[in-house]
């Protein structure tokens, strides 16, 4: 193949120049205008050939699509590669939802690299699905498209040298790969011990000063913008010609309808340029940075004997991808996908992770409680942290603590779904709004219960109900008990079968079926799925109970 | 381990702040005044701590020294890990060789690392007594500190895709391991086309231009400043702060006396900062690139996690060293190594390498020509290149050619001393000087048979005898035949045992008496070891013949 007319970004010198670039046996033959012939010649005049996209770092779980689907969705915006940590089907499957994640990415034209999830399950106050213990660690970090352990989170388990923990790193040491951060505001005394063991990486760097501070210690950032986290604006300033090879780019948690319409990486790095990046700077964090970080050799650059990894956009403003080539092969024309993608259709252990052993019956989400206020989870707009609220409950005369919408306070809660252990967890919450029925998901951090909240113990009862019949997902009960719409997650609870496309458009319905029964979060089903995880302040539900995130206790 | 009142330079932000150092199981523990305790406190207050210093590119084998006594040389100067090219030995051993350098250098307090060499022998014009075939070449790179496939100097052979070197560097990608180049001025397609085969270094380069050419290919340049070749100052003025990271700094080829005498690591960093380089760019051009690039994780920089692998130097202008810390060990302390070195003594298979079969006789050195000019080996000073002259020899009446000391034509031969074939290469050389007697070497690149010139039959036979009587070395014989100064190199003929004190006064000894004889070359054993080195324009004498090497045929 032969691409005539485009400019060529050098990320190792920083040119764009008008040059031909000769592709052969899926790779890099030449650059220059001595290069004039091909069996496939294609003018790419007046556009501009960057090395194939990386993402540094994402859950492909939050696009609530399975790999193949996420790749036909980025691929038309010339992302090639990403390194992702399969954090949220572990929790439900453990080392076999891993192997999904492997297995499932194996041959698509899109590299799929992953990092071995290192906090699973998250915590003990809660039930997760799947484990990976020290043992699975290393046994997974064989697999050639593992590139290290996954976000450390349990930053003062590092401190503190917890056993397991250090196994765990050990392992990855012990294998030559990477580890990878998550080491929110750590600093000082801190964030060295952190350091020490040979954590590498952070991608919560909110500030300047927080992201300089880090690189100081040898970490690289990854910046990063996503759906929810935003940190761009915040910390391009950081960066510098001096310091760019510590940065990369990353979109950790993505929605489906964002990837269709504003794109990918593409989109990070649009929204770099817009807020002033050097263009090729902004490029350069999203490929060669991440691939020599993450030791994907042969990629992150256009140089002879590199991959014939590459897509060419129209502009360094807008980055609208119209061809892309992965390993030689053209992918993506005229920003439409040339290629079927297949990828093996999940076995039936992926579809049934819905375990609840009978079916739910009102009495179930019956909860007595003594005289006096009762701990409450307050939702903060626009945040995952909660506030830690104690409050007089609506009481039926037997003491059956009741919803009470006038206040906004709904029932709510978590019904373990892996083990059918029945156990459920109970309390209530404010801040989602409904005025009657229920929402129920079965994606729900980090143990992936499901994760329930109503006005009446009956619909609550027929959504977890409903959502067990489909296998896992989103769904709206109105107060007859009838579902108003379903997004189905039938894989492993967390995600759909459909392309991006049909998960965005179904989104958008269970939202807007949400907001009629009077949700008032923009994403309440983000929001409902983010009650559950006991490591974030103050106040959580999991299926063993009310979670004071500050104390690390039980409540009641 | 507790450093204080130093200044510490991190590579990463180009800062040198004045911070204590906290080192701990062999691992950099933090770095601040908060750590304040140590078991041993040292105070360096007014001097400067520099991560220890890695030596890009280098043959030891060129110091005349054996690994242990190099890394007794170097230890003192800062350096704490190298990546050698076993080039020199494998020619005489072959993978023998090889696993002597690998062998004999593990449990040092300096990082050996290696990378296989890929074209030995260099010809077939010459005998050399190893061969590193690509089965070979396969096996070594298994090994954890064989970092890659060294120097691939036969670039028309890459070029050509030659079968054998292919799969070479097949081997060398599946190992994913690196692939250094050697290609002085190749440039343009050919230079493409090199680079489209994956390797990824260039210590060869001159000029600016050539080296940024090379850099926008995505290699990596090793700027080489060694005893014969220096570079430094003409690719200085390449390096930016946009693209130092494609820049490292190497020694090649160094002698022991200068070692000694000027440095290692340090004395290139002296050089590069009296040439205006900005002293921490030229600093993690010698640690943290290198270490980056030869994938030695966890060395060249000084933040926590990383290896307590550290030199504190008086200045960032003299660059003399004080304390050398390797993995948490104090090594050198007041300039003084502090710790023994060990290595196995050379077996016996190492030691007799010279293999003649039969003592030499004047009658060996007997050549006859018919009339008119011969092609004689003509030296200009200061080059490897040679001139290819014919000129009318001075002939006995039977025909004999003889030296002719008037007109500084000396005779020349090569002995095959690998395999006792007995072959003996003849030529007449212009340029060394010598009046009467002879000197001889076998370090004789790149085969490294015995090479001798002199005056007298009897005499070229007496030295070569003295030389394999020593095990190989250096000699220089009067014209009565009596031995008037020797270097001793038993270890395959090219190492010596002793150290580089030694080595360099006997160095001088022989250099002095050659001198006596006449010699003119500065280095008389050095432009001797080069004569017979067939892939050197124009002319060169191996134990096979004349070589034109710009036909690439014998002469005869």
């Known amino acids: 193949?032969?691409?005539?007319?485009?400019?060529?970004?050098?990320?190792?010198?920083?040119?764009?120049?008008?040059?031909?670039?000769?592709?052969?046996?899926?790779?890099?033959?030449?650059?220059?205008?001595?290069?004039?012939?091909?069996?496939?010649?294609?003018?790419?005049?007046?556009?501009?050939?960057?090395?194939?996209?990386?993402?540094?770092?994402?859950?492909?779980?939050?696009?609530?699509?399975?790999?193949?689907?996420?790749?036909?969705?980025?691929?038309?915006?010339?992302?090639?590669?990403?390194?992702?940590?399969?954090?949220?089907?572990?929790?439900?499957?453990?080392?076999?939802?891993?192997?999904?994640?492997?297995?499932?990415?194996?041959?698509?034209?899109?590299?799929?690299?992953?990092?071995?999830?290192?906090?699973?399950?998250?915590?003990?106050?809660?039930?997760?699905?799947?484990?990976?213990?020290?043992?699975?660690?290393?046994?997974?970090?064989?697999?050639?498209?593992?590139?290290?352990?996954?976000?450390?989170?349990?930053?003062?388990?590092?401190?503190?040298?917890?056993r397991t923990l250090m196994q765990k790193i050990a392992a990855a040491r012990n294998a030559g790969k990477m580890l990878d951060g998550h080491a929110p505001l750590l600093s000082g005394l801190e964030l060295q011990a952190y350091l020490s063991c040979g954590i590498s990486t952070d991608h919560e760097c909110t500030t300047v000063a927080e992201a300089l501070e880090k690189t100081k210690g040898g970490m690289n950032i990854i910046i990063r913008q996503g759906s929810a986290a935003k940190n761009l604006a915040h910390l391009l300033p950081a960066v510098t010609k001096a310091n760019m090879h510590s940065f990369m780019l990353g979109s950790d948690d993505k929605e489906a309808a964002a990837l269709l319409s504003d794109g990918h990486m593409n989109a990070i790095l649009r929204q770099a340029v817009a807020l002033g990046a050097n263009p090729v700077l902004a490029i350069q964090m999203a490929t060669l940075n991440p691939a020599r970080h993450y030791r994907l050799w042969g990629r992150g650059a256009l140089v002879p004997g590199y991959r014939a990894d590459l897509v060419v956009v129209d502009n360094l403003t807008r980055f609208n991808a119209a061809l892309v080539i992965k390993d030689g092969q053209i992918i993506v024309r005229d920003g439409k996908l040339e290629v079927p993608l297949k990828a093996p259709a999940p076995g039936l252990n992926y579809l049934k992770t819905i375990n609840l052993t009978r079916a739910l019956q009102p009495e179930d989400f019956y909860v007595i409680h003594g005289p006096g206020p009762v701990p409450v989870i307050g939702i903060i707009s626009g945040q995952i942290t909660t506030e830690k609220l104690f409050i007089e409950p609506l009481r039926t005369a037997d003491g059956e603590i009741m919803a009470d919408p006038a206040r906004d306070l709904l029932k709510l809660a978590v019904v373990e779904r892996h083990r059918g252990s029945g156990r459920i967890g109970h309390g209530l919450v404010r801040g989602l709004g409904l005025k009657s029925g229920a929402i129920a998901s079965s994606v729900a951090h980090d143990a992936h219960n499901i994760i329930v909240a109503g006005v009446e113990a009956t619909v609550m009862a027929a959504a977890v109900n409903a959502l067990a019949e489909i296998g896992g997902g989103f769904v709206v009960v109105d107060k007859s008990g009838k579902v108003c719409a379903e997004l189905p997650l039938p894989v492993a609870g967390i995600m759909s079968l459909e392309t991006a496309g049909v998960v965005a458009e179904r989104l958008e319905m269970v939202t807007a079926a949400a907001r009629t029964l009077g949700a008032l979060p923009e994403q309440p089903f983000l929001t409902l799925s983010f009650l559950a995880l006991p490591v974030i302040p103050h106040l959580k539900l999991t299926d063993r109970g009310l979670v004071d995130v500050d104390a690390f206790c039980f409540l009641s």
Chains 1, 2 share one sequence.
């Open 1 to 162: 193949i032969l691409l005539t007319g485009g400019h060529i970004v050098n990320v190792f010198t920083h040119e764009i120049l008008p040059l031909n670039i000769a592709i052969q046996n899926g790779l890099i033959a030449g650059i220059g205008k001595s290069y004039a012939a091909g069996n496939t010649v294609i003018d790419v005049s007046g556009q501009v050939i960057l090395p194939g996209l990386i993402d540094a770092h994402l859950h492909i779980e939050s696009t609530l699509l399975i790999p193949v689907e996420f790749a036909r969705a980025v691929l038309c915006h010339g992302t090639t590669a990403v390194v992702a940590d399969p954090h949220e089907i572990a929790n439900v499957l453990g080392e076999e939802g891993v192997s999904f994640m492997l297995s499932s990415t194996s041959g698509l034209p899109l590299d799929f690299f992953f990092t071995v999830p290192s906090c699973v399950p998250a915590t003990d106050m809660e039930t997760a699905g799947g484990e990976i213990d020290a043992a699975t660690v290393e046994r997974l970090l064989q697999h050639p498209r593992v590139v290290g352990l996954a976000e450390v989170m349990n930053y003062p388990g590092v401190i503190s040298g917890d």
